[in-house]
């Protein structure tokens, strides 16, 4: 069933307004009256729709008939926040896209010392990244709209990743902890940060420094995957480790 997503505000007991955006895609799709689609609310409640048969009058909007409401299936039980350094070109476009797709629930940008690239206009990035999230959400029955944000400096970043229930560090240089044995430590975790470098990786100090504020430093075992790929493949891995991803 075709996807989209409201404002609560535009929520009321049986009706939803839908954005002009979506009207019209609703349109180009040539839905007939009979034909159900999904309206989400972004915080995981989905409701069952079908277009209503009249339009506001004075101002054009189109609405969705509310038929039944429940919980999104889209949404993993494990909460994972992932933290990207900022990368150049398309990278991170992938990454978000994917991270959208394996369900991680927030995604944050941040600099770290190695970091080939550093938009001059941050904003622009973000907004174009949530728009990215935002369609990938849509395509693959997500019961929220992950957030975009970009962190001002590795600290602060790493200041929020430790507050998971699994903090995890991925270091290049690191040749004892493994991604498995890390998540078979703690079986009880339902937050967990996933915390990945740029291309040039991390510089030891950054390393040693999340390590002291409480991260654990995690291998990815003896290949190095590209800044865009780590992120992807440690959600997999958690997301199976969970029961999410089956
Ligand atoms: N250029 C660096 C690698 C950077 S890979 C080098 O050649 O050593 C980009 C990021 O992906 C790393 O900072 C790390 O966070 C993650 N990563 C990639 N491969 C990894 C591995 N085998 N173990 C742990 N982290 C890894």
Do not use: W
Request: glycine share 8%; proline share 4%.
């Amino acid at each position: 069933m075709v996807r989209f997503f409201a404002a609560k505000s535009d929520i009321s007991d049986t009706m939803i307004k839908l954005s002009a955006q979506d009207a019209s895609h609703i349109r180009s799709l040539r839905l007939r009256p009979s034909e159900l689609f999904i309206v989400c609310d972004g915080e995981g409640l989905d409701y069952i729709c079908r277009l209503a048969a009249t339009r506001a009058q004075e101002t054009g909007d189109v609405f969705a008939e509310i038929l039944e409401a429940g919980s999104s299936l889209g949404e993993p039980s494990v909460r994972c926040s992932v933290f990207i350094a900022f990368a150049k070109g398309d990278r991170l476009d992938y990454a978000v896209q994917k991270s959208v797709e394996l369900g991680a629930h927030d995604i944050k940008l941040f600099p770290s010392e190695r970091c080939v690239s550093v938009p001059g206009d941050i904003s622009k990035k973000t907004d174009r990244l949530q728009k990215i999230a935002m369609e990938t959400a849509k395509q693959c029955g997500r019961g929220i709209v992950p957030e975009i944000t970009a962190l001002d400096s590795f600290k602060s970043a790493v200041g929020l990743a430790v507050l998971a229930d699994l903090p995890l560090f991925f270091y290049e240089c690191e040749k004892k902890l493994g991604l498995g044995a890390a998540l078979d430590q703690r079986t009880a975790y339902s937050t967990v940060s996933i915390f990945t470098g740029p291309e040039g990786g991390f510089e030891p100090h950054e390393a040693e420094f999340a390590q002291a504020e409480g991260m654990l430093a995690v291998s990815l075992g003896s290949r190095i995957l590209r800044c865009e790929t780590a992120p992807v493949a440690v959600l997999a891995a958690i997301m199976l480790h969970s029961g999410n991803l089956a």
